[in-house]
């Protein structure tokens, strides 16, 4: 599978974004889905996850109540809406998508996903 991230960009402290990244490749939508993120320096952090179905998400705590990952299965394409973002929240965005299909479980490791698209900077000014 391949995945394509875009969306990314320099907004001000408090503004929101909404990235997106498209898969090509394989059954879409037998696969779950996630975003994690890098900061210069530091390791790629989970932040949101949504399984194959849609029925379940996931979120790291410092985002919750302000992210909201989805999908759109006809569009092979998952979303992550970001609000309130904070300047802490600079970083590379990437997609991630599972190894195999139909997991549901929690998966939250980098290496636990078996396919990333490329990324997408978001730079969040204070």
């Known amino acids: 599978v391949q995945l394509q991230a875009s969306g990314g960009g320099l907004v001000q402290a408090g503004d929101s974004l909404r990235l997106s990244c498209v898969a090509s490749?394989?059954?879409?939508?037998?696969?779950?889905m996630a975003w994690f993120r890098q900061a210069p320096g530091k390791e790629r952090e989970f932040v949101a996850r949504?399984?194959?179905?849609?029925?379940?998400?996931y979120y790291v705590d410092s985002v919750k109540g302000r992210f909201t990952i989805s999908r759109d299965n006809a569009k092979n394409t998952v979303y992550l809406q970001m609000n309130s973002l904070k300047p802490e929240e600079t970083a590379v965005y990437y997609c991630?998508?599972?190894?195999?299909?139909?997991?549901?479980?929690?998966?939250?490791?980098?290496?636990?996903?078996?396919?990333w698209g490329q990324g997408t900077q978001v730079t969040v000014s204070s």
């Open positions: 991630a998508a599972d190894p195999s299909p139909w997991q549901s479980r929690l998966l939250s490791y980098p290496g636990e996903y078996g396919y």
């Open positions: 490749g394989r059954s879409f939508s037998a696969y779950g």
């Open positions: 949504i399984t194959w179905s849609g029925a379940s998400t």
